[in-house]
């Protein structure tokens, strides 16, 4: 009876001390798994980009165990269109709170995002909301209205209809489209001189596509919706100063700049030595006016 006594309260002990050490554990995955329907999975819509980059990827699950998993977790976010989604940082994540706090306030570095993301997905706002526990919200204003998606979609459609064929290469495909655009839009001068005027949404592609003004984050969102209508792997390219388009074509990653060759002046005169080019090239034509943070936007 003594032994079977003694055996019985080493058990408990052992037990006690268990769930003692491992408390934290235990409520962390009860909390969780209580409210797991909170961090159910959203649907991505239909300009949901697949494809992964060097810099991003799309990470689709609620639990985060690092800083690389925060920013893609944020990115996916971005690219599957949703308004709001939560998530939640791993116990073990001891700098979440911290990186969480320098990444919301980042603004440079939530909108570069915007870069990888189709165009209609992007954001003109978003807000992080966290607590002490790691738990955060994520909510996000779209830049496109769903009535300028549908007129610049009507416009693109019509576009590809009448003057794109099947028989095409990828590279003819494209010429048609940087032509119709440069031909069919002009710069807007007096936005990049009133950065404040509303006369036309020059700043994305409903002011290039439909009101036939932009500047060049419209020229460039313009592209990337053709670009991504045609099937061509693609993603904006920036700097504080100017953005353009990088696009994978004959098994290349290679630059087109509307805007360039789109000019005000008389400099580019052939209108198209922006068009598909090298890196190499690109740093030729411009010199410093195209630097770009080569550990963001790796594959150029």
Same mark, same amino acid.
């Not at 009133?194 to 994305?204: H, L, R």
């Given at each position: ?141 779209? *830049?496109? !209205?769903?009535? &300028?998606? /549908? #007129? ?5 459609? =019509? @576009?590809? %209809? ?113 068009? *598909?080019? !090298?890196?190499? &090239?690109? /740093? #030729? ?5 195209? =630097? @770009?943070? %080569? ?6």
């Amino acid at each position: 009876m003594k032994k079977l006594i003694v055996g019985v309260g080493i058990f408990v002990i052992i037990v006690v001390t268990i769930v003692t050490v491992k408390c934290d554990d235990i409520i962390y995955w009860y909390n969780h798994s209580l409210h797991e329907d909170e961090y159910v999975s959203i649907v991505p819509n239909n300009y949901f980009v697949e494809d992964n980059f060097l810099y991003v990827n799309n990470y689709d699950k609620s639990e985060i165990f690092n800083k690389r998993q925060l920013i893609d977790f944020i990115y996916y976010f971005i690219n599957s269109g949703a308004e709001s989604i939560k998530g939640y940082c791993n116990k073990d994540y001891t700098e979440c709170i911290d990186d969480i706090e320098l990444i919301s306030s980042d603004q440079e570095t939530l909108s570069i995002l915007n870069n990888f993301v189709h165009p209609y997905n992007s954001f003109s706002e978003i807000e992080i909301k966290y607590n002490s526990k790691g738990d955060f919200t994520i909510t996000l204003k779209k *830049l496109y !209205t769903s009535e &300028q998606i /549908n #007129a610049i979609n009507k416009a693109v459609d =019509d @576009f590809v %209809k009448n003057n794109i064929t099947n028989d095409m290469s990828v590279r003819e495909k494209l010429k048609e489209v940087h032509d119709y655009i440069i031909n069919t839009t002009d710069y807007d001068t007096y936005k990049t001189d009133n950065i404040k005027d509303d006369t036309y949404f020059s700043q994305n592609a409903y002011g290039v596509l439909v009101e036939h003004y932009g500047i060049c984050s419209g020229y460039s969102d313009a592209m990337a919706i053709f670009l991504n209508k045609l099937g061509v792997i693609n993603y904006k390219v920036s700097n504080k100063d100017h953005i353009w388009n990088l696009a994978f074509v004959d098994g290349k990653w290679l630059h087109i700049d509307l805007t360039w060759d789109d000019p005000v002046s008389e400099r580019n005169v052939n209108r198209d030595n922006y068009f *598909l080019i !090298t890196t190499k &090239q690109l /740093n #030729a034509l411009a010199g410093d006016s195209h =630097d @770009f943070n %080569k550990h963001i936007f790796q594959e150029a």
